[in-house]
């Protein structure tokens, strides 16, 4: 049987069974999408995908299919294909011999195609996505346009793709005038590849949105005006301001609060404009995130930005100072704290169900306090949660804070998300570190020249100046025995210590050996740090030890050893510091562990080289190590070079430019499965897929956007596994929980709920550890015995006795 095409149903709402048609709901998207997309110049793009995104569903085969799933009748979701016939409907409108043509229809069919799952526009074996799945639907096609010009007619269809098909040629345009070829800044073809993601992230989200107003019978959501956003970040500024002078009261203002002060103030001061790529380089201590914020704060005043991000690398850093700006801007709700490690309390269902809708698109809050990890998946990875995302980055002010921190192989792809976000989408970047890389120095891909806050960085430097580095590093190093008697006899002569290393195996040897050396002596407290041991484990005993290190009248010496986990962000200070010989830049930011309130005129580092750690498997850090001797080397032939030693911007810099030349290629991103190709080959024009082309005919877009996108992982965790530990009572109960549940939703609560007591291991531990684990295969869990984790150094290869 035939339909009247207004009989179409695209949902059909669970509580009352009310029907959206398939026009009503393609034209709340297209209208949602042309709202989104406005501001990046793509809204005749986004209402074009947005229109005609489900004309699919005009089938007699959808219908029959969303009937049976509304009725309870057993369906296999998405079994019935809709997807494609929006993209073949723009592809029949473009014309052969118009590039601008070709363009708007390839653009707005890659993200149709992807709207329930991110596609390729050419494969890595040379198949074209759209061609392979327009082959299935050539019966059915000519019924569905053939409603689809009933509906709309001729003239408003050819005159919208006409629309569109200007603006490909506006955003081609503007990437020829960037050209970011010709200044070093990547190939254009990456450039439209953000674009297409972008309006593909315009699209997802507003059909994710239309769908669930239709599903809870609820309006759409208003867009904020320009009133209530500058009404907004005035209330904030003003509360910021109440907070720093309340600080001010509080405590007589030191030598370095009145630097602190006079950096807080430039940023306040600085006017960037309202796009651009901009620098804070202040030493460690140096009041870095308020500063920041009250940049942030007046430039979304001044430009009426949308909103802020805060995004630093480690949850730890993340959750520290989303509480401080949360505190300065007086409004806990207005930050949401985005990471992986969120937890809830049992009785917080609706807390978390309004966490989860805040997340999925990032647009119904003013400060979004997120994790490099997120934020980087936003851009680049394959999940549509992440895609969807996208959207909300526009006329932003992005805060990226200890820059330092990110892995060498999303260095590339980050410079051009940066460049594009600022040069395309109105977005304002903050580069925060203590030790700057040279991103903009790079040969190529590199990020556009930033402008600095601080003009004079170096007077800063000195005056924050309150360690010195030592190099105690031994042609043959030392063993860890030999580095933990080091230690303890250093120990000795300050009230606290702090030794990192590069291994958690070189930790738990160390500290070991120095609790024996100490004899159980009352004199000492030594601690132990790693990721080992879940966070938190981690967190407690950070706890205990700022108690201890805050504690003036306490005649205890303070030992920590740890893995590089403690080495950025966070607020500890020791007077002495040890640093296993690592890349200069991760010394640097242990130096800011040490005499961080300048508690005694000048702490010390000292750097020893441990010649047992076993570091084949960190990554670079073998050529940092070699690269960091040689400057050490050179500043103790040639002090006059380096004013500040191993502390100075002329060592950093030196640092920086060895280290990036040597590591050019693992900055794209190499494959795992392919490392001759890289995910910059697959975002640009795709070589390895050109060289395979199957299909004939001319394909403007030739990037693999899935398979980039499923190559893409900030951390590898390749086989590792997520073991949930019996810390305490609380884990042991939660683990029950967990266990008894038979509903997925309450499984997925518990599990996030068990984060904190969670720990990363590799598949060599698993099994040595063998009869300790217990592997729930029905639930997908894996969970450790109490009698494998110790209470001082966390998972044990060996049972407790």
Known sequence: MDLIKEAYIAHIRRSDKCKQTVIEHNDGVARLAKRSGAMYGLENLAFFSGRYHDIGKNTMSYYNYINDAADGKPVVRGSVLHSIYGACFADCLAKDTDLCSRLAAEMIRVSIMSHHGLRNSLTKDGVSAFLKAAERISDSYKQVASIVYETYGERVILEEFAKACA????????????????????????????????????????????????????KIPEQMSAKELTAIWCRYRVNCETEIQKMLREKAASPLDCYRIEISEACDKFDGNSCGIFRLVVPCGAGKTISALRYALQTAERYIKRRIFYIAPYNSIL????????????????????????????????????YKLLTE????????????????????????????????????????????????????????????LSSFCNASILLCSATQPLLDELDEYRICPPRDIIQDADRYSEAFRRVKIVDFIRENGFSSVEAAEFIFRLAQKVKSMLAIVNTKAAARRIAERILKLSRGSSEYKVFHLSTNMCPAHRSAVIKEMRRYLSDEKSSKKIICVSTTLIEAGVDL????????????????????????????????????????????????????QEITREILYHIHMNADRYPGGALSKAAMDEFYSKYYHSL?????????????????????????????????????????????????????????????????DDACKHIRILLSSHFIFEQKKQLR?????????????????????????????????????????????????
């Open 573 to 624: 200070s020791f007077e002495h510091v040890v640093r296993s010989l690592t890349g200069l830049d991760s010394i640097v930011q242990s130096a800011g562990r040490c005499n961080r309130n300048r508690e005694t005129v000048c702490g010390t580092l000292s750097v020893i080289y441990i010649n047992d750690e076993k570091i084949g498997k960190l990554g670079h850090i073998k050529e940092a």
């Open 319 to 354: 959750e520290q100072n989303a509480d401080e700006i949360a505190r300065c801007i007086g409004d806990d709700n207005a930050v949401l704290r985005h990471h992986s490690n969120m937890v809830f309390e049992q009785d917080d269902g609706e807390k978390e169900k309004k």
């Open 167 to 218: 603006e490909a040629r506006n955003i081609q345009d503007e990437i020829n005038k960037f050209q970011p070829k010709r200044n070093g800044l990547g190939s254009a073809h990456i450039y439209l590849a953000l674009y297409v993601r972008l309006l593909t992230s315009i699209l997802i989200d507003a059909d994710c949105t239309d769908t669930a107003c239709f599903e809870d019978n609820v």
């Open 664 to 728: 050019q290629r693992e900055m794209a991103f190499p494959l795992k499965d392919d490392p001759e190709h890289t995910i910059i080959d697959l975002l640009t024009n795709n070589p390895v897929g050109r060289e395979r082309k199957q299909t004939s005919g001319g394909i403007l877009l030739k990037q693999a956007f899935r398979e980039a996108g499923e190559a893409f992982e900030v951390i590898d965790n390749t086989g590792k596994y997520s073991v949930i530990v019996e810390y305490n």
């Open 753 to 801: 709920y068990l984060q904190q007591y969670t720990v990363q291991l590799p598949a060599h531990t698993i099994e040595k550890i063998g009869a300790g684990i217990v592997q729930e295969n029905e639930i997908g869990v894996i969970i450790l015995s109490k009698d494998f984790y110790d209470k001082d150094y966390g998972i044990d290869d060996e049972p407790k006795s």
């Open 361 to 420: 698109n990032w647009s119904q809050s003013p400060v979004i306090a997120t994790s490099a990890v997120q934020f980087l998946n936003t851009l680049f990875a394959s999940k549509i949660s992440d895609v969807r995302r996208m959207q909300a980055l526009g006329n932003a002010i992005i805060i990226v804070d200890e820059i330092q921190a990110l892995p060498i192989k999303v260095l590339k792809l980050f410079n051009v998300a940066m460049n594009f």
